[in-house]
């Protein structure tokens, strides 16, 4: 009786140890210090052919990103309502992450006129409050028809802080 107890407790022992290496491991893989973070908001500069502006993206905990460079009606844009840009991001190598998301673009009726999804490739700097790279665009109609793409556009930010 007595072995037969001790075996079941070395079992369930055994057991334990397994489930939390194994929940160990998938935290160390999961929570990969990528050096500096991206994570905030940041104040970026866009170059549209010499032309510059201005664009806000916030990269969250998670993966998600959302980005607000234009007022609800741009006329840069022929007048339609833009949507914020909403998307997703991740690391593509240490202080490297590549991004994408869409802004919807509707037109006076409230049809859904143009959507725009846009990639980019980013460096963090070694001060970590800077980073730059680059923007592709490409605009659709709403059947997924390409009408225009934009490559290659440099873009910079810098990071708000309270400080």
Do not use: C
């Amino acid at each position: 009786m007595k072995n037969r107890l001790l075996n079941k407790f070395s079992v369930l022992v055994a057991f334990m140890l397994v489930v939390l290496g194994t929940t160990a491991s998938a935290q160390s893989v999961g929570s990969v210090n990528h050096n500096r973070s991206f994570e905030g908001t940041w104040d970026s500069s866009i170059n549209f052919f010499g032309v510059f502006y201005r664009a806000l993206y916030s990269f969250h905990q998670g993966g998600t990103v959302s980005e607000s460079d234009n007022p609800a009606v741009d006329p840069t844009f022929g007048g339609d309502a833009l949507s914020p840009g909403l998307g997703a991001w991740e690391y593509a190598a240490p202080n490297k992450i590549k991004v994408k998301y869409r802004k919807l673009a509707y037109d006076a009726t409230g049809a859904l006129h143009l959507v725009y999804t846009s990639s980019m490739s980013l460096v963090m700097a070694t001060n970590s409050n800077t980073w730059s790279g680059t923007l592709n665009i490409v605009i659709t109609s709403p059947d997924g028809s390409v009408i225009n793409k934009l490559t290659d556009l440099p873009v910079q930010a810098f990071k708000l802080s309270v400080e």
